[in-house]
């Protein structure tokens, strides 16, 4: 089966759960989507996918994901289709007090 | 050696006396860890430190030191972390509950409302079924601060019972070890109800184990202070004497029957001291009568102790005596050495607190 290549890329917080790195390229199939890659991602850092996503799967609330800059939340969520060598960065909200 | 965990919203902190000669008898405050993350359960056993953490981006984990919390870790996987068929995601653990009499047990009370049980020391908990399947689960509603167990009471001389409280919900028991549980509500009131004494629904704030055993208990109500002398099957007022029966806190002390304490705030819609003066207000006889205490605390305080923001454990040197430890929502910690009769502060100017809890050693 073809693969494609994505980079995950993740804020200095949470990459102190995948041994400081804040880069990962992971090797996917075809027509993956979104929540297959943080699926791969959840296996090889299994605190990091905790830090995204809630155990039914549902993106943290205050957590954003972009596919090549774009906001997953308005382009699919994790049902989003990922192309090959996309960047999908993952940033915390503005929020708090 | 003595510490105090002091949960905040915004990190843990560590206290210990200090021994430098200059000091006077103060506390070496150390922290914050777990910056910007809440920290509102924490449990102390003789080899390991747990706290319940909680960051509004990065979600709820409980975390462990074994070397004095000088470093954490925490399970790959979660430690607690719903079954798939419930659908549910833990959102806060707002208790955790050292099983004294039943060494490497640690209870787990979240949110949404779900007790949970660990046998391996708190690496990994198993979610109580018989509770979360409960027929009166979809009348549990949340309160102001979500919806939760908040207080776990393992029986130390029974196998199998134990005794919880939600918000809202109630109280109720088992004596099965958790597969079948019965509300245990009978005196208390709801008076938010068009039935102010239903058989559950009650918003317990608090609930506390006397120090003669778990047939007697004390439970400070959204309105109301209760004691029961039958384990929970029926509750009788003890509030007479007390400026407001409103408040957090509930605390019994360890090794004296028949002592209790309280911090009062003016009412459901006024959650601050009456008159601006924060106070515990000590029972030393079950709650038939009550005692202001507290010399120490503070004049114009407008704030307020969470139920959780207090504790008190035997004291180190064996005469039965306690360590008492309250926190404020305006970030400051008191300790007592003589039941409250006095206190001494510990830090100020911390987040606001949520957990504070104590090992004397």
Redesign the interface.
């Known amino acids: 089966m073809r693969r494609v290549r994505v980079e995950v890329v993740l804020p200095g917080v949470v990459a102190e759960d995948a041994d400081g790195q804040r880069s990962h390229v992971l090797e996917v199939s075809v027509g993956a989507r979104v929540r297959d890659v943080l699926d791969a991602l959840g296996v090889r850092h299994p605190r990091v996918g905790r830090r995204i996503r809630d155990e039914t799967g549902s993106l943290r609330r205050h957590v954003n994901l972009f596919v090549d800059g774009e906001d997953v939340r308005r382009n699919g969520g994790v049902d989003a289709v990922v192309p090959d060598g996309a960047v999908l960065l993952v940033l915390p909200n503005v929020s708090g007090g | 050696m003595t510490v105090l965990a002091i949960g905040t919203r915004k990190g843990l902190f560590l206290a210990r006396p200090d021994s430098a000669a200059d000091s006077g008898g103060g506390w070496r405050v150390e922290g914050p860890q777990f910056m910007?993350r809440e920290v509102p359960s924490i449990a102390i056993t003789d080899d390991v430190l747990m706290v319940g953490v909680m960051?509004?981006?990065?979600?709820p984990?409980v975390a462990r030191s074994t070397d004095g919390g000088e470093t954490w870790a925490?399970s790959?996987?979660?430690a607690i972390?719903?079954p798939?068929d419930t659908?549910?995601?833990?959102a806060r653990v707002w208790q955790l509950a050292p099983d004294r009499a039943r060494p490497g047990v640690v209870w787990a009370g979240c949110e949404p409302t779900s007790l949970w049980r660990s046998s391996d020391g708190g690496e990994h908990f198993e979610l109580v079924r018989g509770l979360w399947d409960h027929p009166h689960r979809a009348q549990w509603a949340p309160g102001a601060g979500g919806a939760a167990v908040h207080t776990i009471l393992p029986d130390p001389g029974e196998d199998g019972r134990v005794v919880v409280a939600m918000s809202t919900g109630g109280v109720y028991a088992t004596s099965d070890g958790g597969t079948s549980w019965t509300p245990t509500n009978r005196g208390i009131s709801a008076y938010f109800f068009p039935d102010p004494y239903p058989e559950f629904g009650q918003c317990v704030h608090k609930v506390a184990a006397d120090a003669s055993g778990m047939d007697t208990l004390y439970a400070q109500n959204h309105h109301g202070v209760y004691r029961s002398d039958d384990g929970g099957l029926s509750w009788t007022s003890i509030a007479e004497g007390l400026p407001s029966d409103f408040g957090f806190v509930m605390l019994a002390h360890p090794t004296m029957p028949g002592t209790a304490w309280v911090v009062p705030l003016v009412a459901d819609r006024e959650r601050v001291p009456p008159g601006g003066r924060l106070r515990l207000h000590r029972t030393r006889d079950g709650g038939r009568t009550w005692a202001e205490v507290g010399s120490g605390l503070p004049d114009g305080a407008w704030t307020a102790v969470l139920r959780d923001a207090a504790c008190v454990v035997p004291s180190a040197d064996g005469s039965g005596g306690s360590l008492l430890a309250v926190g404020t929502r305006d970030g400051c910690v008191y300790v007592s050495t003589d039941d409250g009769e006095t206190v001494s502060l510990v830090a100020s100017h911390l987040p606001d607190v949520l957990c504070v809890r104590a090992s004397a050693g």
Not at chain 2, 55 to 59: I, K, L, P, R
Not at chain 2, 87 to 90: C, I, S
């Open positions: 910007m960051s509004e981006h990065w979600g984990t925490e790959d996987h979660g972390v719903f798939d659908g549910a995601a833990l």
